[in-house]
């Protein structure tokens, strides 16, 4: 696999910035021609991640929170979600669904749930008090030609 294209996007962890970065990488994506559901599937996917970052990375502090977002030859997206906040203890825990560290916040914890249904494959490495990367694989369909 051949990197194609690639785009790095650095942003404070406000919540109001999640919008911004799930639709910073949907519109690079589109010149893959995704179909709707592989766009919404990716976009979904990765609200979740950056949310993650902005309520319990950062909890009650503001950090950065980075994507790196690159396309492959083969039609590939491949996303790296990742910041330097409190980090994750257990991640095979926090990737059980329904587990919360934020309960009384009215989160689900279904966010790598999420995440493992959307995409093709999902990584998880982190180190607590030095932050947390979620990266993220899926392979479009053929639907389409890569424009270039």
């Known amino acids: 696999m051949r990197v194609i294209n690639e785009m790095k996007l650095l942003f404070t962890s406000l919540s109001v910035n999640e919008s911004f970065g799930r639709s910073a ?77 934020a309960p009384n916040e009215e989160r689900s914890g279904l966010g790598f749930s999420v995440m493992l249904q959307f995409m093709d494959k999902v990584q998880v490495s982190s180190k607590p008090k030095q932050g947390t990367t979620v990266t993220m694989t899926k392979r479009l369909s053929d639907n389409s030609r890569v424009s270039k």
């Open 25 to 101: 990488v949907s519109s690079f994506l589109l010149q893959l021609d995704p179909t709707i559901a592989e766009l919404n599937e990716i976009r979904t996917a990765l609200s979740e991640a950056i949310t993650n970052s902005v309520v319990h990375a950062y909890k009650d502090i503001e950090g950065i929170i980075e994507i790196n977002t690159k396309i492959y030859d083969n039609r590939t997206v491949y996303i790296r979600v990742k910041d330097k906040g409190c980090g994750i203890i257990n991640i095979s825990q926090a990737m059980e669904a329904m587990y919360t560290t």
